[in-house]
């Protein structure tokens, strides 16, 4: 069984640009996650889709940041444009929908850092 | 804010001992516990993870949870260098069974 996904692995941008992150969940996931984690700081959650609707955007820092879910398969996360703060590595996770322990899968991580 | 609170080390500890890891949280209604662990530039993996009071064995890890004292504890036996990683703890917090907030993580060093 392949593991949550994650492209690019670093991805290095200048303020006020664009990026997206993408994140491929393992197959038959329906829940998937974002989180980040900032330099010095423990890893946040963002944002919550089951399959493709939006559960939980609680997490989201501000309206620069837009996660969408088409498909209910993979997932980008985009910052558009991108600030300072927004430095930090990217994570996804992904776990099935009738998991008792909601375990977790977490991807490698996107590294972002913006100059 | 709900938070999770954890030492950040660096907690060193000679192969074969047993490395014991703490981890407090703000959350009285918190339902789930989780121990992740990460080594340097790779995913957090989920090792262990325990619901109701007392202890849990896997192996050489054994998780303890004390609802009362909002504690959570990761003792891992026979230490290996191997185990030498971060050791990330999450609680989902009171509603929200999806949701982990993460404390800021354990360095574990295991000297061969």
């Known amino acids: 069984e392949a593991g949550v996904t994650q492209f690019p692995s670093h991805s290095v941008i200048e303020k006020g640009q664009t990026v997206t992150l993408r994140c491929d969940p393992i197959?038959?996931?329906?829940?998937l996650y974002w989180y980040r984690r900032v330099m010095g700081k423990e890893i946040k959650f963002l944002l919550h889709f089951v399959k493709e609707s939006k559960q939980d955007e609680s997490g989201m820092p501000n309206n620069r940041f837009l996660a969408e879910r088409t498909g209910g398969t993979y997932s980008t996360l985009k910052v558009q444009p991108a600030e300072l703060e927004d430095s930090g590595v990217y994570f996804c996770?992904?776990?099935?929908?009738?998991?008792?322990?909601?375990?977790?899968?977490f991807g490698p991580g996107t590294r972002l850092t913006v100059l | 804010q709900k938070e999770v609170e954890q030492n950040s080390g660096p907690l060193s500890v000679p192969e074969g001992a047993i490395a014991s890891l703490n981890c407090t949280y703000s959350?009285?209604?918190?339902?789930?516990f989780f121990w992740y662990r990460q080594y340097s530039g790779k995913s957090p993996e989920l090792i262990m993870f325990i619901y109701s009071n007392g202890d849990k064995e896997d192996g050489r890890f054994t998780a303890q949870l004390n609802k009362a004292s909002q504690y959570v504890s990761l003792l891992i036996r026979d230490s290996q260098p191997s185990d030498s990683a971060t050791y990330l703890c999450?609680?989902?917090?009171?509603?929200?069974?999806?949701?982990?907030?993460f404390g800021k993580g354990t360095l574990l060093t295991v000297n061969p």
């Open positions: 996770a992904s776990s099935r929908m009738d998991s008792n322990n909601d375990e977790q899968f």
């Open positions: 959350d009285r209604g918190s339902q789930s």
């Open positions: 197959s038959g996931h329906d829940n």
């Open positions: 999450a609680v989902s917090p009171q509603g929200s069974n999806y949701k982990l907030t």
